[in-house]
């Protein structure tokens, strides 16, 4: 079943996967079918294939201000996180840190690495004062091998203070590798500024419109990281593996569409993100928008909705064909209470009613007045049945 | 009308969406995530999930997972924990069936706007000609599951479907091979879903809890033995009591939590002419003071004739002599044509005679 076969329905969950570009799409076709040599080879089959993913790393290195030479290809952002957490203890032992708030992928590493979580503020983004306590804490002080800052929160959208962060890490522990979890974004800054501030940066490709399975993770020349996965040394021992070249070819194509179109759709779906949380705000009660506007990357909208809880919502909403989302799920499909919530110290009262509506490149007017009315409706209807009394229909 | 049937990922539950499907009703399918733990009984781990998915997939009907962890460790797991420090044995199927199936489960589902709540047990719910709604035993006997939903009252009979009750386990499982359901083979869940089969009930609660040695000593207070875990032991036992090999059997009559004491005896001193019973919930009306039910007090336990002594407390005395029901287990009345659940509530604790 595609979007084709549900054509009223509305997407709003772009923080966990998007549509592919057309120009994505376009770019990976030819290499599903006709050109499948491998890169490595040494016939001209294999240049055809090498001349490609060249070409796509080097717009690649473009769009995220790096060289060429400085861009991994991964099978996407959970590797990059892995790989270089992992990758910077292996070598260099000491501690690992990063922030409450930090997607899964890097807390699960540090955390296995027994490493130090800092405190995050009420937005989500990490406490810089914390951080600096932590670097100087007598136990860490010079041992600190690695410290992992997201760039934007992939729940509640809250961006980081990273040149503060690079600041810090850099006078605090000039020898630790400073990673950013870029995932959420490249859709709403310019990589560049954010390549500058660190050693390291992760991104993942369905999350700018490209396919999923595909990362990209810029690790700066001379930086010694051991590798996750090693063989054949493709990209540069750095991570082996037999290169995804119809993948890097969309990746690069949806990378350079984020790149060209970034500074109008920050416009447009500011605009619109706006326009949901004020429809939505103005109708109910007890609805708090969990990070100020001005503190968040445009393309999430996050509420935290009293009085209803987000499986009730996400299951109202779904039956009005709109897709959204709360916290993490587990294996299992459950949603899990959010670490990052809690982790901000939102009030008790809000948060089991949170939910998380993100917007990108396909969003339209159309969907957010369907969202926003189906939204209202649903918790219209959650809180009124709430408070009834428990009756029964008669069968 | 619009039915969310809960499937646990076994075969009754499969079937159960199947029937409903046939019967023209709009059909989701929700498994609740309860124990957050590791599980490998057959019941709520994440392959459970799995199945009960594929198996909503294969009939063409939605599916979801709601999370209900946290009411499962409130009002099932602390509870469970807590009923053996307090030296009374729970049932925690029942009270899942109770706090998470049958109120939590079913409120969502009314906030949700379905019309009713469906699950794979074996019973039947059925009306009479006054209109009033009766929990009937399962058709397949040695099957029946109506022992373990006996909470339900009027509003929840009224709320609730049990489409597979009027199957024998047979007819479930010839119906789940015939539409091809990966559930039709697997084996029935047992024991706990929240204690391991490997670890068993001693690891899970040696984590929770400090087990106190305790003395075990007969009914004219010689001492007799010894346990290394009080809170292991059950009315009734005869194992693991560290007694000397012959002489006649004895069993443990009472458990005597504040003193730590274990006390042993004939099956003679077991037997109970009656029992009172706590929490109390009646289907519809409460049975006559001096009418006689039929009592059941374990899961496939025979229903055995008492009288109602009285109603509040519930004190019903047996027709006959029973061994001495541990404290903490569900005592169910059925009618005397023991066809269906009258009410029931739980064995009393405090009164070490039961009457």
């Not at chain 1, 021992?237 to 194509?253: F, L, Q, W, Y």
């Not at chain 2, 499937?7 to 499969?14: K, T």
Request: a negative charge; hydrophobic letters at 40%; proline letters at 3%.
């Amino acid at each position: 079943m595609s979007k084709d076969n549900l054509p009223n329905f509305v997407y709003l969950d772009h923080a966990a996967s998007t549509p592919m570009r057309e120009q994505s799409v376009a770019a990976m076709a030819p290499y599903m079918s006709g050109m499948y040599a491998n890169p490595s080879g040494s016939h001209r089959f294999a240049r055809i294939a090498r001349k490609a993913i060249d070409e796509a790393r080097d717009d690649v290195a473009e769009a995220i201000g790096c060289k060429a030479g400085e861009v991994i290809f991964t099978s996407g952002g959970t590797e990059g996180d892995n790989a270089t957490i992992f990758g910077a203890a292996r070598r260099h032992g000491g501690v690992a840190v990063c922030s409450a708030a930090e997607h899964h992928a890097v807390l699960h590493c540090v955390e296995n690495l027994n490493g130090q979580v800092v405190e995050v503020d009420s937005t989500g983004a990490i406490d810089v004062a914390k951080l600096e306590k932590v670097l100087q804490d007598p136990q860490n002080a010079g041992r600190v091998s690695v410290v992992s800052v997201m760039a934007v929160n992939n729940e509640v959208g809250s961006i980081s203070p990273l040149r503060q962060v690079a600041k810090v890490v850099r006078a605090n522990s000039p020898s630790a590798i400073l990673h950013t979890d870029a995932v959420q974004a490249t859709c709403w800054q310019d990589l560049r500024e954010i390549s500058k501030l660190v050693d390291v940066l992760t991104v993942s490709a369905h999350k700018f419109g490209g396919p999923k399975g595909m990362g990209v993770t810029m690790q700066r020349i001379g930086l010694e990281i051991d590798p996750l996965i090693v063989g054949g040394g493709q990209e540069r021992d750095r991570r082996s593996g037999t290169h995804n070249v119809g993948g890097i070819m969309a990746t690069a194509a949806a990378l350079r569409e984020t790149d060209s179109t970034r500074g109008a759709e920050i416009l447009r779906v500011t605009k619109l993100r706006d326009a949901l949380v004020d429809a939505v705000i103005s109708e109910l009660d007890d609805v708090i928008e969990t990070v100020a506007r001005d503190k968040r990357v445009p393309g999430i909208a996050h509420l935290c909705i009293a009085g209803c809880e987000s499986e009730s919502i996400l299951f109202l909403l779904d039956e009005a064909m709109i897709c959204a989302s709360a916290a993490s799920a587990c294996a299992s499909g459950a949603m899990e209470p959010s670490h990052v919530l809690l982790a901000m110290g939102v009030d008790p009262r809000f948060i089991s009613g949170s939910l998380r509506m993100s917007l990108g490149h396909t969003t339209t007017e159309q969907e957010i007045d369907r969202a926003s009315s189906a939204l209202i409706a649903a918790v219209n209807q959650l809180r009124r049945n709430k408070t009834a009394p428990r009756v029964s229909a008669s069968k | 009308m619009k039915v969310l049937v809960a499937m646990s990922g076994g075969v009754d539950s499969s079937v159960a969406a199947a029937e409903l499907i046939d019967q023209g009703h709009q059909v989701v399918g929700v498994t609740m995530r309860l124990w957050g733990g590791e599980s490998d009984t057959g019941c709520c781990s994440v392959s459970d999930v799995d199945d009960a998915r594929r198996v909503a997939q294969q009939l063409g009907i939605d599916h979801l997972v709601f999370n209900f962890s946290e009411d499962f460790n409130k009002h099932v797991v602390a509870p469970y924990v807590q009923a053996h420090v307090d030296g009374i044995t729970p049932n925690p199927c029942i009270e899942c069936n109770r706090h998470l199936k049958f109120d939590r489960l079913s409120e969502r589902a009314r906030i949700l706007g379905f019309d009713a709540v469906a699950t794979g047990h074996h019973a039947q719910i059925t009306r009479d000609a006054a209109n009033v709604f009766h929990l009937t035993r399962g058709h397949d006997g040695l099957k029946d599951q109506s022992y373990v939903v006996y909470m339900l009252d009027q509003t929840e009979l009224a709320y609730t479907m049990f489409p597979v009750g009027h199957l024998t386990k047979a007819q479930v499982r010839d119906r789940a091979v015939e539409l091809g359901l990966r559930t039709a083979t697997k084996p029935d869940s047992q024991d706990v879903c929240f204690i391991s089969r490997t670890g068993g009930r001693e690891t899970f609660l040696g984590h929770r809890i400090e087990f106190r040695k305790a003395t075990v000593v007969t009914s004219d207070g010689v001492l007799a033995g010894a346990v290394d875990a009080l809170e292991l032991v059950t009315i009734g036992q005869r194992k693991g009591l560290g007694l000397p090999g012959g002489g006649p059997k004895q069993f443990v009559v009472d458990v005597d939590t504040p003193n730590a004491r274990v006390v042993i005896g004939s099956e003679d001193q077991l037997l109970r002419s009656g029992l009172a019973v706590n929490n109390v919930m009646w289907a519809d009306q409460a049975p006559a003071i001096g009418s006689t039910v039929l009592v059941q007090c374990s899961a496939h336990g025979a229903a055995l004739p008492a009288l109602v002594q009285s109603l509040s407390p519930l004190v019903l005395e047996f027709e006959v002599a029973q061994r001495r029901i541990a404290p903490g287990q569900s005592v169910v009345c059925y009618d005397v044509t023991n066809s269906f659940v009258i009410g029931g509530g739980i064995a009393d604790a405090s009164n070490p005679t039961n009457t």
